[in-house]
């Protein structure tokens, strides 16, 4: 499962990103017109990118503060 694995959440979190910057610039230039369904599907990318980083980052250190106090018997 992927709660098991936050690296995977972080990794599709700065994909999402990207693609949430990206795309916005891609229709100033001109290469994808510019719709209402692109602009709110780059939108919700780049929130569900933001929170998904967050959600990783915050599983990383609550393993390793997890595996950390395990491995300190004098605390």
Avoid: Q, W
Avoid at 19 to 45: A, H, R, W
Avoid at 61 to 70: L, Q
């Amino acid at each position: 499962m992927i709660l098991e694995h936050p690296e995977r959440l972080i990794v599709a979190a700065v994909f999402m990103l990207l693609f949430g910057c990206v795309m916005p610039f891609l229709m100033v230039i001109k290469v994808f017109e510019s719709t209402f369904f692109l602009n709110f599907l780059s939108y919700t990318m780049s929130v569900l990118g933001l929170l998904l980083g967050i959600v990783g980052i915050a599983m990383m250190r609550a393993r390793r503060k997890k595996n950390s106090d395990d491995d300190d018997m004098y605390r």
